[in-house]
């Protein structure tokens, strides 16, 4: 019964998004939808670039596991728009009717309120990546529209990330999709 309550909500929210997406005619050749099991190796590897770019931000406050793609597996396993934890990815077809490519990917968690630094029920957005040759085509901001329409059906009060100091371009990204910087994260090495 309960399966076959996620998966209603799950065909929802698919159909919904490709509603979406194909309003919307200059991003029509984009398609988002929740990540499926067979997506996982493609996000791991797209993960472990994201991963990598870090290290070069700031070698110490960040770190790349040997294994983090049995990690992404594993943490994608447990990706479904009816839990907590959402994945989603963006598909751009192929000329020629050739399918699909997967172009970017984005994981977005839903918090509760707590008392931690005063928050508020949020959704945090843990990843967000696209392709290099497919960025500045709005997949992005699609991505991130999708994650504020979920977290809107959930109540939730905001959409949070972390960025890196130095990734300017991200900054730049979460400013232009109506993000504001609103806290610093202070780091000391021991
Ligand atoms: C950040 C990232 C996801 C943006 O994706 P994208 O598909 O290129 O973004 P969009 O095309 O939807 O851009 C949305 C807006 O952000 C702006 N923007 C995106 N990247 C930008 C950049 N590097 N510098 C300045 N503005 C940028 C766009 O100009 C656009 O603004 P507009 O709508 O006012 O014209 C992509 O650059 C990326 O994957 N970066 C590497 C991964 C990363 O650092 N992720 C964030 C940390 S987890």
Known sequence: MLEALRSARLLRFVTENRMHSAADTSRASFEVRPAQPQDADTIAAKARTLA?????Y???????????????????SRADPASDLLALV?????????????????????????????SP???????????????????????????????????????????AARN????????????REAAVEVTRDL
């Open 121 to 163: 029920a949020h959704v945090f957005v843990h990843d967000i990546c696209v392709d290099w040759d497919s960025r500045t085509a709005g997949v992005g901001r699609l991505l991130i529209d999708h994650v504020a329409q979920w977290a809107r059906s959930r109540g939730a009060m905001h959409l949070r990330g972390l960025v």
């Open 168 to 179: 300017t371009g991200a900054r730049r990204f979460f400013r232009a999709v109506s993000f």
């Open 58 to 76: 700031d070698p110490s406050r960040f770190y790349l596991p040997d294994d983090i793609e049995s990690v992404y597996r594993e943490w994608l």
């Open 90 to 118: 963006a598909l751009q077809a192929q000329p020629g009717g050739a399918g699909e490519s997967l172009i970017g990917y984005t994981i977005a968690e839903h918090f509760a309120a707590a008392p931690h630094f005063w």
């Open 52 to 56: 990598t770019a870090h290290l070069t």
